[in-house]
């Protein structure tokens, strides 16, 4: 004999099927993650005399920030980068670079980055990131163009839930009050940053 069923009990049994079925991903809530050291790029460029756009990194950094997956919202968010580890393969600029006339890494060990507000695009493309930047010991706001490239369970190694990243700003660092070689336009006073990581889900 043909049994009829309720569409409340039909939808109840569709959603215990739902919880039952396993997902790839673990549901997204709240969560704290890490940039993992190991797949962090901190780039960045800036004009030389107008002939080449100089480019370098930064080999030292580290971060962290509290992120919902599922509704996008960024609690909390900080990055560290050590000035001192600045890198353009040439000792003598480096060594310009980290001193007075820029970075002055001695008396500001620290470049900070401080997350303030995070509005999602569409497919995790087109996002912006907002928050404060401390230079030279003055902090000010500055925006970043963001791409959420991935988030899946790792593939090997640590398998855990990761974040792929991408990340990129413009600054103008005479805000900052590092202006060498600007009047001169001896070096560019707009410095492109760009940021490339994974972080994991703690």
């Known amino acids: 004999m043909q049994k009829l069923y309720s569409s409340s ?4 049994v569709a959603l215990l099927l739902s919880m039952m079925l396993p997902t790839g ?6 969560a704290d993650w890490k940039i993992d050291p190991e797949h962090f790029s901190i780039a960045f460029e800036a004009s030389h005399v107008g002939y080449q756009n100089q480019m370098g990194l930064f080999l030292e950094g580290s971060g962290s920030f509290r992120y919902d997956a599922a509704t996008h919202d960024l609690s909390a968010g900080r990055v560290e980068i050590q000035a001192d580890s ?5 000792d003598g600029r480096d060594n310009h670079l980290s001193g007075r006339d820029f970075l002055n890494a001695r008396r500001n060990p620290l ?3 401080e997350a303030t507000d995070y509005a999602p695009g569409d497919d995790d493309a087109d ?9 030279l010991g003055e902090t000010h706001p500055i925006v970043l163009d963001v791409i959420i490239n991935k988030r899946a369970d790792y593939p090997f190694g640590h398998g855990r839930e990761t974040l792929g990243i991408s990340a ?3 600054i103008t660092r005479s805000d900052w009050g590092m202006d060498y070689g600007v009047a001169d336009n001896l070096v560019g006073d707009e410095v492109t940053l760009r940021f490339e990581l994974e972080a994991i889900r703690q």
Request: charge should be negative; glycine fraction near 4%.
């Open 9 to 12: 009990f039909l939808s109840s």
């Open 25 to 30: 991903v673990a549901q997204a809530e709240p």
């Open 86 to 90: 600045i890198f353009t393969n040439h």
């Open 111 to 113: 470049i900070v980055f």
């Open 127 to 135: 996002a912006t990131l907002t928050g404060n930047l401390t230079l």
């Open 168 to 170: 990129n700003t413009t």
